[in-house]
């Protein structure tokens, strides 16, 4: 019998080609992994369906053999299609309630909360993160809600009954105070993917999230 995996939220990478200066998809999360990822979002927003699923395919392979979980973004179709380990939605995506009808019990349900609100709705729901969504204003998603700030992931960790990741303008220089304010971990595109250098971002990164202690650069 399938279990659902066993997750670790520390440091998220969700992937996007379009920042990552030319490099392969497989180059930046190998190198992330190297350097500490323990989760993959595939979220690629201008690509075709086959091309989605060709990417999705080919990141099941790589992140199936180093044992780190492979998150589709919205498409429960592909994530059901390559077998991933999970989906993440949004408030504007595919109902929870039937992504987890069509993924089953064994499968990680992500869901984005952008008020505080959402965040204790969520606590009665089948799902198995919130993403904080966004903690800062980001050039990489600008159709977000107002961000909710230091504070505000405070206020959503205090209430939410999910393990948290905070998203959204994150980098070495305020990730440890969004795990200070109480959230499991730090999802972030730019910091890794535009990073001259993934692995040694990503490495950075865990070391601040796992440590929650700064670290010169
Ligand atoms: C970990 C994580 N948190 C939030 C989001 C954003 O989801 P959503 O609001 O549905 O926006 P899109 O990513 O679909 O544009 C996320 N993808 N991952
Ligand atoms: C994919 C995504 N979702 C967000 C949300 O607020 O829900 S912000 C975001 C992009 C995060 O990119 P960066 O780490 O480069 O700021
Ligand atoms: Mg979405």
Redesign the pocket.
Known sequence: MNQKPSFDLSLYL?TDRELSLGRPLEFIVEEAIKGGVTMVQL?ETSCSTLEFYQLAKKLKALLQARNVPLIINNRADIALAVDADGLHI?QSDLPWQVARRLLGPDKIIGL?VETLRQASDANELDIDYI?I??VFA?P??TD?APPFGLEGVKAVCAVSRHPSVG????SSQNAAQIIAKGASGIA????ISAAENPRQAAKLLANIVKNKVYEME
Request: no cysteine; aromatic share 0%.
């Open positions: 969700v979220r949004g984005s993403g969504s966004p980001t990489t998603k977000t998203i959204g303008g994150i972030v595109v730019s910091a």
